[in-house]
Nanobody, 114 residues
Framework: QVQLVESGGGLVQPGRSLRLSCAAS????????MGWYRQVPGKERELVAD???????NYADSVKGRFTISRDLAKNTVYLQMNNLKPEDTAVYYC????????WGQGTQVTVSS
């Protein structure tokens, strides 16, 4: 079993930055992919960015050049640095791993508004 705990969400003005963190309860990054997803009411959860166990990164077109996924293997933590935030980035952001059948974090709200 794996627990994922997200943090770092909040209310921010357009153009500003936030960094989300996802701490895993055990060391899994070397054997599993990690990803950030987001969801708004009435829509399906969508992939924002992910990183494979080999460190290969992938981004949704809507966030390329603005968001960066990274991981700290020593801390069992994956990050999502979000720059130049836009109102359409407003969503609940979830951390996910495909380790041991797949686990989700509880989600953290990001609101981009002036």
């Amino acid at each position: 079993q794996v627990q994922l705990v997200e943090s770092g969400g909040g209310l921010v003005q357009p153009g500003r930055s936030l960094r989300l963190s996802c701490a895993a309860s055990r060391s899994i990054f070397s054997i599993a992919a990690m990803g950030w997803y987001r969801q708004v009411p009435g829509k399906e959860r969508e992939l924002v960015a992910d990183v494979t166990s080999l460190g290969i990164k992938n981004y949704a077109d809507s966030v390329k050049g603005r968001f960066t996924i990274s991981r700290d293997l020593a801390k069992n933590t994956v990050y999502l640095q979000m720059n130049n935030l836009k109102p359409e980035d407003t969503a609940v952001y979830y951390c996910h791993t495909d380790a041991a059948g797949g686990y989700w974090g509880q989600g953290t709200q990001v609101t981009v508004s002036s």
